[in-house]
């Protein structure tokens, strides 16, 4: 199973909102990555951990809040966002340790803020 | 972090084969080359990945020059379904970097019938 489950596919919400989005893997990967990607723009790296330790923050807002309760689960809650964070939120997984290691995307949110 | 330079679009016919071409002069010694690519409405789909031989899977080949300063992507006969944006990447997991991909613009594959 090389699958990382993203939910929900689409969420709308206002700015005043609190909505968290989920992802899930079961390939017993220990790193675990959010993305963000405005259209027609590459993705843009936001958070990262390895071994559910926060590891990487790019200089994300505040707004944005990742949680990685387990191994196999990493959150991206949402509070006040405005409507410029609306974009596709792409969470990955990868095994930590050699830049030879396949890093496995999910099909990813559709956020929009209004 | 290290950069890729590749061109904004290319096109092929189906059934052709498609060389995608990435520049990154300034790899290191330790820099993976990896190759993503990204259909309209997903996620981004591995693809292959190299250090410093070629490499070949079901999906593509990966030439690597012998100065590890270019690569190229070998679709081997494109279909309809290779319509994507290819990300060349670099990537390395030395100090604090923790293997994280860094995306350049990509190309965008156009494959006519």
């Known amino acids: 199973d090389t699958e990382v489950t993203q939910t929900p596919k689409h969420l709308v919400m206002g700015m005043t909102n609190k909505k968290s989005l989920k992802c899930e893997q079961h390939?017993?990967?220990?790193?675990m990555y959010w993305y963000k990607q405005k259209a027609k723009k590459p993705p843009e790296l936001m958070f990262v951990?390895?071994?559910?330790?926060?590891?990487i923050n790019e200089s994300v807002p505040s707004r944005f809040s990742p949680e990685c309760p387990n191994s196999s689960l990493l959150n991206l809650h949402l509070h006040a966002l405005q409507p410029e964070d609306s974009a596709l939120y792409l969470c990955?997984?990868?095994?930590?340790?050699?830049?030879?290691?396949?890093?496995?995307f999910g099909e990813g949110s559709w956020l929009t803020v209004v | 972090d290290a950069k890729t330079t590749q061109p904004n679009s290319m096109e092929s016919n189906e059934e052709e084969p498609v060389h995608l071409p990435c520049n990154h002069s300034?790899?290191?010694?330790?820099?993976?080359i990896h190759w993503y690519r990204q259909l309209p409405s997903q996620g981004p789909e591995y693809v292959i990945h190299?250090?410093?031989s070629n490499v070949n899977n079901r999906m593509a080949s990966l030439a690597i020059a012998e100065d590890r300063k270019s690569s190229t992507l070998i679709l081997h006969r494109a279909t309809l379904r290779d319509a994507a944006v290819y990300y060349c990447?670099?990537?390395?997991?030395?100090?604090?970097?923790?293997?994280?991909?860094?995306f350049g613009r990509g190309t965008q594959l156009t494959v006519w019938p």
């Open positions: 990955a997984s990868s095994q930590p340790g050699t830049g030879g290691n396949t890093i496995y």
């Open positions: 390939m017993g990967h220990r790193a």
């Open positions: 951990y390895s071994y559910e330790k926060l590891s």
């Open positions: 300034t790899i290191s010694g330790t820099d993976y």
């Open positions: 190299g250090l410093t």
């Open positions: 990447i670099l990537r390395d997991v030395r100090g604090s970097t923790l293997g994280r991909l860094y």
